[in-house]
Structures are given as C-alpha cells and as structure tokens.
C-alpha cells in the first residue's frame, strides 16, 4: 500500500501523459508538469522488476532541498511540492544532453579508464591514477539524453558539431554545472560527505535556462563518507560509499549489465529492504534530517488528493 510502482491518475486539464524509467510525469494545460517520484528503479537503462519502499519520497524531497539550496544560482522549475512523492513544476524545453560532472575517477569512468580508455567524452584523464583517486580538477562528461534505450556518452565538440546545444548555451550549461557541483560539494562537506560525480538537467522557458528534474540525489549522484576517504584511498581498499553503484555492483556480480540476454537477478526481500535502507540512509545524512515514514494510509489516494488539491492553485 505505501509503495508507488506506478500511477494512471487523470487529474483536471491533464493534456498529456509520460511514464519514464522511474517518473510519472503529468502535463497539464500544456504549462505545467506534476512530476511522481515513483518506488521504481533503474540500473544500466533497465528498470528492475520490483519498486524500493520510500525510493520517490526520498529522491523528491532530497531534490527539493536542493534546488531550494542553489535558487540563487539560476532558477529551477519547481512550483509546489505538495506531496513528499510529488514535485508540480514549469514545463520547459529540456536540452537534449544531461551534463554529468566528475570530482573523482569512480563508477563509468573508472571502467573505462580502467579499460584503457584515458580520454572520457573528450576530456583527458591523466596517467597512474587509481579507482576513486580524487581528480586534478572536476570535468564535464555529458552524456546524450535518449527517450527510449541507453544514454551515450558525448563530447562537447561532438554536442556543438551536431548542433544539440548552441554554443552560447552551452557555455552557459558548463558555468552552471560547475557552479552547482561545488555548491553540492560544500553542502555534502558540513554532512560528512563527498560528492563524487553528479548529473544536471537544463531546459529553456521564455528564453531563459532553468534547472530541471532533481539533482544530488541518489540515482543521480555518487557519495563516499570523508571519515576514513584518505586511508582506505592509500590501502586501496574500496570507498564506503552512499550512492546507486552498490545496485549496480550487485547486478554485475550477479551477471547483470543490460546486455541482451542477460536477465535481472532475483530481487529478494532482503535485497529489497537492504536498498530501502541505504536510500535512507543516505536522506538523513545529506539532509541531516530525520526520514518522516508517511501514515500506513494508501499512498496513490494521499498523493491523488494533495496533487489535485495543489493544481487548483495554479495560474493558467
């Protein structure tokens, strides 16, 4: 009852509908999404047959908590949060690319570096380096924004040849995504904790760049603890870390990377409660906050009846 796998409410002046990897997105009057954080999960572009309990509730409400943080930087898109699972907000012009920032050398390009690969969507990454080695300076490794299938890695030159993103905009996007990532790294810093890489969206409204969809949230960030970070770094030993790359982890061990032919392990209970646990876990250490556990209600009615509650306020 309390976990979200997915919605199909019909809410008023509702004119279109999209489901996503693990959102349930609600255009209405053309103008405005009402975005549903759902209990969903995705690993390497393929959406895990069972939903995590609590997973929208603390991606939503971290992501608000953020974007409430970096206003000052450039505007978002939120409107309202009238549910602890929902975010109602501007509907824009998403640009067709995600700007992924890495601080450390971890997760996708820690394999293909590791690979032999040294150059990441066009950025050089120097020799002798180390799994989780903090990286000289931040780099930008964007990645293309795909409807359907994986997301791909990108270069810069390859996003300007193309045409995907101005230049002008562009420049934009990589001061913005710098300026955001240190914000996020500072926050994380008084919480105990490192932001390791990142990812941001943009989209353009009235001839203006907003940041859409969430950010330095667990399915789009990676956190190591800073206690311990140096030594386990001079042992080699691996980072404890709050982040989605333990699913992934687990999927790999377990004979999992997206390929075709290859099937999703057995989520088991345990397996489900352990992933709960961790994204929790991870809502009060970012946030410093204690995780509020929504009444034992029905979930889809609550989140229902404050959606609907909250569109009567908006300006058409």
């Known amino acids: 009852m309390n976990t979200i796998r997915e919605t199909n409410f019909n809410f008023e002046n509702q004119t279109a509908f999209y489901r996503g990897k693990v959102r349930d997105v609600y255009t209405i009057a053309n103008h405005y999404l009402a975005m549903v954080a759902t209990d969903r999960i995705s690993a390497f572009d393929v ?5 995590i309990p609590y997973k929208g509730q603390v991606l939503n409400q971290i ?3 953020f974007l409430k943080a970096t206003e000052d930087i450039l505007p978002n898109w939120v409107v309202s949060v009238p549910d602890p699972s929902v975010t109602i907000g501007h509907m824009c012009e998403p640009f067709k690319v995600e700007m992924v920032i890495r601080g450390y050398l971890s997760g996708h390009a820690w394999r293909e570096y590791s690979a032999g690969r040294k150059e990441v969507c066009g950025e050089q990454i120097p020799d002798g380096l180390h799994e989780n080695d903090k990286l000289p300076t931040p780099i930008i490794t964007p990645s293309t924004k795909a409807a359907i299938g994986h997301d791909e890695d990108i ?3 390859e996003i300007l040849s193309r ?3 101005s230049e002008e905009d562009y420049v934009q996007l990589e001061k913005y995504t710098h300026a955001l990532y240190q914000r996020g790294v500072e926050i994380a810093k008084e919480r105990g904790l490192i932001l390791v890489d990142t990812k941001y ?3 353009k ?3 203006m760049i907003y940041l859409i969809d969430e950010i330095h949230t667990p399915d789009s960030s990676r956190y190591f603890y800073a206690d311990g970070y140096d030594e386990r770094q001079l042992q080699q030993e691996p980072q404890k870390q709050l982040s989605k790359e333990f699913v992934r982890k687990w999927l790999i061990e377990n004979g999992f990377q997206g390929k075709d032919g290859q099937q999703v392990p057995e989520m088991t209970d345990d397996i489900v409660s ?3 646990e961790r994204y929790i876990e991870l809502f009060e250490h970012i946030t410093g906050e204690k995780f509020e556990y929504p009444s034992q209600s029905d979930v889809l009615v609550r989140v229902e009846e404050n959606v609907s509650k909250a569109l009567k306020t908006l300006r058409y």
């Open 47 to 51: 959406v895990l047959p069972r939903a």
């Open 63 to 65: 992501a608000s908590k």
């Open 163 to 165: 045409g995907i993103v």
């Open 205 to 207: 409204k009235d001839g």
């Open 274 to 276: 352990s992933i709960s």
């Open 201 to 203: 969206e943009f989209g």
């Open 155 to 157: 270069s810069r030159a």
